[in-house]
């Protein structure tokens, strides 16, 4: 895809931690629109670290250009209204009483009109398929359905750019299948990091694999995961 717009692109990205952990140590990434994207790697790869990077919550030297906007100073506000996080708990990022309150949150949080409101919350509800709990408290459902509330959450503003942390974390092969459904009928860009390659395979067309916080191959999630050193921890990392 030559000819498309970058939907991300970091060079020489580095971050270290106030304990002296260095997460990145000179991360280069390009993702095209339209792509959806995998990373793995084990853990203490980066890969949290990098995903944290792509709308601000952590700036490290380097550089980093989501969306055609360098992620600092005033582009920050734009880029958080088209870039949707989702951590890898939804414990981590729902507050509020209801799962309506929870999806309204974001669209009121980006100044839009009480009407604008009401209409994206009841899209976004329809969309990931849980309009039925719009007035439940996010306490009281299932995990799946957690994640759900959370990707509604991101979905309300306008999103171009997803960003996934271990979607399918916790789930059963039930709530997994109906979340890759869901991913798969969006039309944003993803970056998802992941240990689930068949979870990968299934939604990824590309994929980097990332350790001691380098990137170090990229290609299919078959080719990568080929290597069976995928998932193994350095020993500087032990």
């Known amino acids: 895809m030559p000819d498309t717009p ?3 692109r970091i060079t020489g990205l580095r971050f270290r931690y106030p304990d002296g952990t260095v997460a990145l140590d000179g991360v280069d990434l390009e993702v095209q629109e339209g792509e959806r994207v995998a990373l793995l790697g084990p853990n203490g790869a980066g890969k949290s670290t990098l995903l944290l990077h792509l709308n601000g919550l952590l700036r490290g030297e380097g550089e980093v250009r989501v969306l055609g906007l360098p992620v600092r100073g005033r582009a ?3 880029l958080r209204q088209q870039v949707g996080l989702v951590f890898q708990s939804p414990d981590d990022q729902l507050f509020m009483p209801s799962v309506f309150d929870e999806v309204a949150f974001g669209a009121l949080n980006a100044g839009l009109g009480r009407e604008e409101v009401q209409r994206r919350v009841h899209q976004a509800l ?13 306490d009281h459902l299932s995990l799946g359905q957690r994640k759900r509330v959370a990707i509604a959450s ?3 503003t306008d999103n171009r750019l997803l960003v996934l942390d271990e979607p399918s974390a916790g789930l059963d092969p039930a709530g997994r299948a109906a979340l890759l459904e869901l991913l798969h009928a969006l039309g944003s860009t993803m970056v998802v990091a992941t ?4 979870f990968a395979s299934s939604l990824c067309t590309r994929a980097i694999a990332m350790r001691d916080g380098r990137v170090y191959s990229a290609g299919t999630v078959a080719e990568l995961a080929a290597d069976p050193s995928l998932f193994a921890v350095s020993e ?3």
């Open 126 to 138: 329809a969309v990931t398929g849980i309009a039925h709990l719009a007035e439940k408290h996010p």
């Open 76 to 78: 920050l506000r734009q």
């Open 154 to 156: 991101v979905l309300v």
């Open 236 to 238: 500087a990392a032990l």
């Open 6 to 8: 970058l939907a991300v």
């Open 195 to 198: 240990h689930d390659l068949e």
